[in-house]
């Protein structure tokens, strides 16, 4: 709280709106300041339905991923090479992945590259370790 604003104890309004806000029991007395939103956020990701598609498309695609990690950023037809298939079927897998925002497709004058979403790596390396243990 600023320092410049009053306490409004008086005020029972501001109390409820600031119980409210905070969460009522406050958990960060007891638990780490970001618990409660690292629990919130997986709870969110758990019960969301794109983050579903998401987990179901990494161990669909696995070896795509996985040759990609090892030789990222790749054209289509490099990429398509290292896995051993088509230049059809690596791009219809790779437009589903670019769509679920796991791969990230680079333009530029008459060049293409794709490679791996950064923000998806953690999550990318457990799935890929569940699958293959």
């Known amino acids: 709280m600023p320092q410049n604003c009053t306490k409004s104890e008086d005020n029972p309004s501001d109390q409820t ?25 997986q709870i969110i990701a758990f019960n969301n339905p794109r983050d579903q598609i998401r987990r179901k498309a990494i ?14 950023p790749a054209s289509l037809s490099e990429i398509a090479e290292s896995c051993g298939q088509s230049l059809s079927s ?8 670019v769509r679920l925002d796991l791969v990230i497709k680079i333009a530029f004058e008459h060049h293409v590259l794709y490679c791996l979403n950064g923000h998806y790596n953690l999550q990318v390396r457990r799935l890929l370790e569940e699958h293959f243990e």
């Open 59 to 72: 161990t669909r695609h696995s070896g795509l991923i996985l040759d990609l990690q090892a030789i990222q």
């Open 90 to 97: 690596t791009r219809n897998h790779l437009r589903q992945l």
């Open 17 to 41: 709106v600031r119980r409210a806000f905070t969460g009522v029991g406050n958990l960060g007395k007891s638990h780490p300041r970001g618990y409660p939103s690292k629990i919130r956020n």
